[in-house]
């Protein structure tokens, strides 16, 4: 093993397995026969649309099948102009918009623009596992802020946190995996960060937007838009994990590096794939089927938190997103282990959103009513 | 603009504007009205094989639209595996396929995996753009070995670049933008080289294997899997530039890094064209497509070479590709823009393919047969 060639960056970062290798060893025990639950990956479990398979399958008959502009196809980022300046009631132009496969590659396309080695960027705790993997990639120091239990933002410990040295701040509302929401006064706070730090960015990673139970969606964008980047994902909102689509709002100035960059890497998600996200965002049939999805996720939040409950667990009730992070008053990774091991049940540990979390994990309700049932009689159990 | 923050990485690498970049000035013209021809992009322009399309439609008929494993699907890995063991005639594991969004991000993953800041690349010339791109990206030290005019390797020359700090020495043949084929004896002297130097690895470039007109595609891969890397891609083969479908082989013991910066960066390509990439590997109908492309190109490729010829260029018939790469005795930019200006026919600047090319353009034929006549018409009158 040829270790001394290795770059930094390709060492883990905390206390990994992520989440999808997790669910790896849950497919392994399956494969031997266990009746295997997962409730350790965070995507929905509803079939796409069918307006936008439908929408796929027209544009590869139409043969879209070359080459994207790097950009994003045209059409798509007029749509997502459109789409984002109605939902956040403000002009946004398609100059802005920065397509992407996925919603992930913005984390690293936004470090890479605002920073250089020794910058720092800080990060609410508990946060998105491939934000601190990013930041020890691009070799910049990381800080990290434990949020209130109850999702909002201890400003006090945040300001402390912030020199001229740091150049981006991520917030991530509706919450992976704590359910908060961003409130109007963390937002006010957060605007009068940007204006007493000139060279401070916002990332706001909003991709959960759409997945809401009480409450609305606050996004910081409209009140700062030259301070603040946007990443959105099709993933989430319109059970498309698999298609690999999402984008980035910039100030327009900063699209002319990241095309760059974008074009060198990889050009962009698949022409057809672009095409059918137009219909996700326009046609009026998907969007009553992403209701009826956010409906029926309800409906699961509401039945697991009881369950929980019973159980004796304290937790903060999601209002968006679909999960519940809770704390079990172990190692959480232990837990996950032994539950997954004795009762096939797969969550996921807290420890990969950060260290704080050792005693917590994270249940997905992104499955079927009878899963949950189950894992829930399971877990009964195994807590006995 | 605040150009104090922008990373290094985001300015401009040599004179560039990209081929993409051009094609979008085509399309300008276009959009106005005018009769554009644009042999400017490397994409086959045949419509993607129809089996590959049904492929598709199968796969997201069957709800094939969740997260993909970040290595790639399994079943593709497997199909990879066993194509490229046939055609190499060497034994490859799963283990080594990386799939990714076309075959671009592995030379990004793999510079990234092999050197640290100051390390040395070297690159024959004329390069493949994003080489170079990301040479600088991170902050690497640029060497260029000049071609021989026939697309041999000058062996003193490239013997004389190479140091104890030379991580990677990039090939690519068939060449983009040459079409010059790998000889046998030039793939024992890069053997030779690779014993000289125990930490050189070589990432072979061969996305245009399948396209070949003369002799046989020679790959080194099977006679170093330990330290040579292949970048491979379904773009050119099968007509599926926008499907963004490529991979890489690897040395078994580097995929567990690679699969890392993958996951964080991207997870993958769409699943469903994962599933229809198998068919292309695979499907009986499929391979007589791709033979019916090849003997399209072989046909133009004789035609416009005639046509070449006969105007008076001096050059080396391409072998494989689909590109005449030729000396304009002019600046090659120029030359460029006044074509496209004047007669509405887009071709590459030389330049883009590094320094020495200043008086070069690229031509592509792919493109439809009328087409190419009437671009060999208007360039016979644009020369007079």
């Not at 070359?66 to 946004?92: C, H, Q, T, W």
């Not at 706001?204 to 603040?228: A, C, N």
């Not at 008053?329 to 540990?349: C, I, N, Q, W, Y």
């Not at 009513?369 to 009964?380: G, I, S, T």
């Amino acid at each position: 093993m040829e270790f001394r060639e290795i770059n930094r960056a390709f060492f883990n970062i905390g206390n990994e397995p992520t989440a999808i290798e997790i669910n790896a060893k849950a497919k392994a025990l399956k494969a031997e026969g266990h009746p295997v639950i997962s409730l350790a990956v965070g995507e929905p479990d509803f079939p796409t649309p069918e307006g936008i398979k439908e929408a796929l399958y027209r544009a590869v008959k139409e043969n879209r099948t070359f080459y994207p502009n790097p950009r994003g196809v045209p059409e798509l980022r007029d749509a997502i102009a459109a789409y984002e300046a109605s939902r956040k009631n403000m002009p946004i132009s398609s100059n802005q918009i920065l397509v992407t496969v996925g919603g992930k590659p913005i984390i690293p396309y936004t470090m890479y623009l605002l920073t250089n080695p020794g910058d720092e960027v800080v990060l609410l705790e508990p946060y998105y596992l491939a934000y601190p993997y990013w930041v020890k990639v691009f070799n910049l120091k990381l800080k990290v802020v434990r949020l209130n239990e109850d999702g909002t933002i201890p400003f006090d410990a945040l300001r402390a946190s912030i020199t001229d040295r740091t150049r981006l701040l991520i917030i991530n509302y509706p919450s992976n995996p704590t359910g908060a929401m961003l409130t109007h006064e963390d937002m006010s706070r957060l605007l009068l960060l940007l204006d007493e730090f000139p060279s401070l960015y916002i990332l706001s990673d909003e991709v959960y937007s759409r997945i809401i139970y009480e409450g609305e969606h606050i996004s910081p964008l409209p009140h700062s838009p030259d301070r603040i980047i946007l990443l959105e994902s099709f993933s989430k909102t319109f059970s498309m994990t698999g298609w690999r689509l999402g984008y980035g709002i910039y100030p327009e100035w900063m699209l002319e590096y990241l095309v760059k960059y974008n074009s060198n890497l990889l050009t962009g998600p698949a022409t057809f794939v672009q095409y059918a996200g137009i219909t996700a965002l326009t046609d009026p049939g998907v969007q009553r089927d992403v209701e009826n999805m956010v409906k029926e996720f309800r409906r699961r939040r509401d039945y697991v938190g009881q369950r929980l409950e019973k159980m004796g667990f304290k937790f903060h009730k999601p209002s968006g997103a679909f999960y519940y992070f809770i704390d079990v008053g172990m190692d959480g990774m232990e837990f996950s282990r032994k539950f997954l091991e004795e009762k096939f049940v797969a969550v996921t540990p807290g420890i990969i959103f950060g260290p704080s979390f050792g005693n917590y994990v994270r249940i997905s309700f992104a499955s079927s009513m009878d899963n949950l049932e189950e894992a829930m009689d399971r877990l009964e159990d195994f807590l006995k």
